[in-house]
């Protein structure tokens, strides 16, 4: 795999605040990547770094192996989607579309085979002359994608592309930016908060926390193996059981299994603990269960689907198991 | 809805008593005569207008729609970059320069036109300093001659132009200024590309503030510009004041107001034919 971004010992302060204390990553051609963690985590000042929008206390970024770091955003060749799309709104569709191109000078005939090219790609076709004041935020998202891919961008950055939208357009979305990027065979930097979202489009998701890179691994990796308690409770739900040191045990919540106090026959031979229910939630296709832990503190969360055949109640006493190779060791 | 709709009535009935009616009272009266002690009589004619075409008083007309448009066009100049950079200052400091913009409004104007002539007149501040450095002989001519009708017109109005473009600048969303640098725009293009057309509210606001109040200014010629420069302004207000003669006054009072309504409309098309490149507001419309 070859080389797209690099960035080599970044640190950003704003006035006396540390953003970002020392941020390493390589980034290949053609990889779907995300950064993941909750807001102030540094992750969209990642990306406007590489953009060219913010400059780097130290360290130095490369793209394709050039050295970028002083390098006004104009002159990059990297394209931006931004949060809240920034259409031009004295522009319609086309005009918006073509600003890049104008810019880089391309030919006015290839531009116009480019331009359709895109409004094909974003099913924009019919929308071409329309001012994006007339549009829906989905259709807004769709220029603002149509309006970087135009230029044919080395890298795509995209800040929370799918944030302004209502919950079934995201979805729709998502799918659509990761086949757009699969097809294209385009390099992706993807900046979210959501962690589904994260899972679902990415080859490889990093997440952070205060600036510093907590885990940098596939979906699948840093859902079932967390290395940390933070990206083990970032990353969907889970319950935590202290161990010696500064180590923890986090099982997810669909792994635990829970019993009648009375009857541990389902739990065969692993270790039982006993609590009470203190919380029933319906979730559609869950019922989450909230079990208070005897002689702790501990609340333990565990998932229980339809088909299971224990209508739980509160207050009622119950024990609580799971399998040993559902159990992660993390750190705290 | 009716109880709304009553709300209305108070700012209605002021319109109709402080502006509608004096606007007739005007109309009425540039069709009217007058007796030798400049009592109005109201018998129709229309007198009054021929005599606006006389040569004195349209070069007057015209030299004062120039000064007006001249004054427009230097306070656009100084006031643009100016708005600009305080809309570009860090928060904490661009209250403080507007205040500064604002402060000389609390000085009475004719104070302030009156601390000019004491800058510029023969014996003034500056005549003396350059006699005294011995950089000239005698006083420059700088007071009583039409350069200083437009520095004081200029010196006046340009809070007029920098206060509105200051709010159209502030309320860019600086955003497209981030997009337009990503997609390939230097900062001088940037700024002809998004920051100007869509500042171009702001720049029409504050240019048909300044325009209106400077075609009508007297107080700054009838100091600054001692005999010789007369404006449309100052003829209106001798009809009145030392004529007597209120039918001619509100006669040239109306020309030149439906001049100023014509040219501010001829300014508004030319404006959206500068953004017309994309149609927005014609299809919005």
Not at chain 2, 70 to 86: C, E, H, K, S
């Amino acid at each position: 795999m070859e080389e797209m971004v690099r960035l080599e010992h970044i640190t950003k302060k704003f006035g006396n605040n540390i953003i970002i204390p020392d941020f390493n990553i390589t980034i290949y051609d053609g990889e779907f990547i995300t950064l993941l963690g909750p807001s102030g985590c540094g992750k969209t000042t990642l990306l406007r770094m590489i953009a060219g929008l913010e400059t780097p206390t130290s360290g130095k970024i490369f793209l394709a192996d050039q050295d970028v770091t002083s390098l006004a955003p104009y002159k990059r060749d990297v394209n931006m989607v931004f949060q809240n799309y920034a259409l031009f709104p004295h522009m319609n569709v086309e005009d918006n579309i073509r600003f890049g191109l104008t810019m880089k000078k391309v030919p006015k005939e290839e531009q116009e085979t480019r331009i359709n090219q895109v409004l094909y790609l974003t099913q924009l076709e019919t929308f071409r002359t329309r001012s994006p004041l007339q549009m829906s935020g989905g259709q807004q998202q769709r220029v603002a994608i149509a309006r970087a891919l135009v230029n044919n961008p080395k890298v795509l950055l995209l800040d929370e592309p799918l944030g302004a939208l209502d919950y079934k357009l995201r979805k729709k979305m998502q799918l659509e930016l990761k086949n757009l990027q699969r097809g294209l065979g385009l390099t992706f930097i993807y900046v979210t908060h959501d962690q589904e979202e994260a899972l679902t489009m990415s080859d490889r998701v990093v997440v952070m926390h205060n600036g510093v890179l907590e885990q940098d691994a596939s979906p699948d990796v840093i859902y079932h193996a967390p290395k940390s308690k933070f990206v083990a409770s970032f990353i969907g739900e889970n319950n935590f059981f202290d161990l010696d040191g500064n180590k923890a045990l986090a099982i997810r919540p669909q792994k635990i299994q829970l019993c009648k106090e009375e009857d541990e026959t389902s739990a065969g031979n692993n270790k039982v603990k006993y609590g009470t229910i203190v919380d029933v939630v319906f979730c559609g296709t869950i019922d989450k269960i909230y079990v208070r832990m005897d002689n702790s503190n501990d609340t333990v969360v565990a998932y229980q689907y339809l088909n299971d055949t224990i209508p739980w109640k509160c207050d009622t006493r119950v024990g609580v198991w799971w399998e040993k190779k559902d159990e992660v060791i993390v750190e705290k | 809805m009716k109880k709304g709709k009553l709300l209305v009535l108070p700012g209605m009935m002021w319109l109709a008593i402080f502006f509608a009616l004096p606007m007739l009272i005007v109309v009425a009266v540039s069709f009217a005569t007058r007796n030798s002690y400049g009592q109005v009589i109201f018998n129709f004619t229309l007198a009054n207008y021929q005599r606006f075409f006389e040569s004195l008083y349209l070069r007057i007309f015209i030299t004062t729609i120039f000064t007006a448009i001249f004054t427009t066009v230097i306070t656009f100049l100084m006031g643009y970059p100016l708005a600009y950079t305080i809309a570009f200052l860090p928060k904490k400091w661009q209250q403080p320069c507007l205040i500064m913009v604002m402060i000389p409004f609390w000085i009475n104007f004719l104070i302030r036109s009156y601390a000019w002539v004491i800058i510029l007149r023969s014996q003034g501040l500056i005549n003396t300093f350059l006699m005294k450095a011995g950089l000239i002989v005698k006083p420059l001519a700088l007071l009583y001659n039409d350069y200083a009708v437009m520095l004081g017109m200029i010196y006046a109005l340009v809070p007029f132009m920098v206060l509105p473009i200051y709010v159209s600048i502030e309320q860019l969303d600086k955003r497209l200024l981030e997009a337009a640098s990503d997609l390939g725009a230097p900062p001088m293009t940037a700024f002809r590309k998004i920051t100007f057309p869509l500042t171009l509210p702001g720049i029409a606001t504050g240019s048909i503030l300044v325009f209106i109040s400077s075609l009508g200014m007297f107080v700054v010629p009838d100091i600054m510009g001692g005999a010789k420069s007369a404006l449309i302004g100052n003829i209106i207000q001798n009809q009145f004041l030392a004529a007597r003669d209120w039918p001619f006054g509100s006669a040239l009072s109306i020309v030149l107001g439906v001049l100023a309504l014509i040219l501010i409309m001829l300014y508004y098309k030319v404006l959206e034919g500068q953004k017309g490149g994309t149609n927005n507001e014609k299809e919005l419309a």
